[in-house]
Every structure is written in C-alpha cells, then in structure tokens.
C-alpha cells in the first residue's frame, strides 16, 4: 500500500485493499437493511379539530383515524369485522362506530358531560374522517369545553390522539395520551 503525502490513511486502505464493488454489497446487505427496521415502526396518531358553527348554534367535531387501526380495534373489542372502506362494508358498521365512540370519546361544557350525535364518517384514502355534532350549545355562556379522547389507547399504548381546538378566536392544541386523556379550552 502506497501512502501519499496529506491523504487519510483509512480512505488508501480502503480503496487499496476493498474494491469498490464489495464495498457496495456490504452496505447493501449490512448497512441498508437497518435503516429498513428503523422505518417499519408504525406511528399511532388521530387528530380531532374542535370548532363551534355559528350558524347552526353547535360545536362541530370531526376526527381523523386510520382505517386499519380502527378496524383492529373493532375486532378486538366487539368480534366485529367492519371491512371499512370496502364494498363489503358491513351495514352495522356505523353502529360499531357510534357505539365505540361513545364509550372513549367525551365532550363537557363548563363542567358538564354533554350528549353528541355521531353524524356519520367518510374516507380519504387510508383515513376514516368521523363528524360529531353538539347541538343547542349557546357559546355566550360557555366558560370551557373539555374533551376526553380515549380512541385507539384501548388498543395501542403509543397513541396520540391530538386535539384541535378553534373557537371564538382562541386556539389551543393538546396531545392526549393513555396517561393524560382531557384537554381543555378555556373561554
């Protein structure tokens, strides 16, 4: 091995005693696959936009969720096979739905727990939008509305369910975990 004068002693011995074609099949084999496993981890995330219409005196809520994630969670907690988005869709599956969200999904206002009416969902690609109204809400008396979003923490201990709100010209965002459910506005 020859060595020049300034140059880096390992950068000579690689192109010295490697060539350059078993050193792009390490890396292949070696290097590239472990950033393949660092990729594969799936993210568990839904975001919920709080917001109050005006013109329809309500808080209107729609929240985005993963289809197969919601569809596990259908499956685990109700024997339920939905086939979301699919034209097998089950015709109960607005059932399951309206059910399950009653059970982790929790709208209070100054205070009080306060019905809802789950108005239907859509998709968008591998997204279920679902739309929650809260009628007759008179926002001149509202001092707080909180939300408890317990979706998919039944299932997957890393979701984040992160919650929007837009009302009144105030706006606040939380990240609501298994350990911390509740985010709150304040009027």
Known sequence: MRKIRGSNPLHSWVQGSLPMNILKKFLLLFILPLFAFATMHKFYVSV???????????????????????????LERYGFIAELATKNESEEADAFIGKYFQEKFAVEINGKYTSYIFIGKKYDADV?????????????????????????????????????????????????????????LNL
């Open 128 to 184: 279920m939008i679902c739309y929650i109204e809260v009628p007759e809400v008179d926002l001149a008396t509202t001092t707080s509305i909180q939300i408890t979003n317990e979706i998919l923490t039944d299932l997957f201990d890393e979701q984040q369910n992160i919650v929007h709100f837009k009302i009144d010209g105030k706006k606040k965002s939380f990240v609501l975990l298994k350990s911390d459910t509740k985010g709150m």
């Open 48 to 74: 919920t936009n709080v917001t109050y219409s005006e013109k329809d005196g309500a808080i209107q809520i729609t929240s985005r969720i993963f289809i197969d994630d919601f569809e596990n969670v259908l």
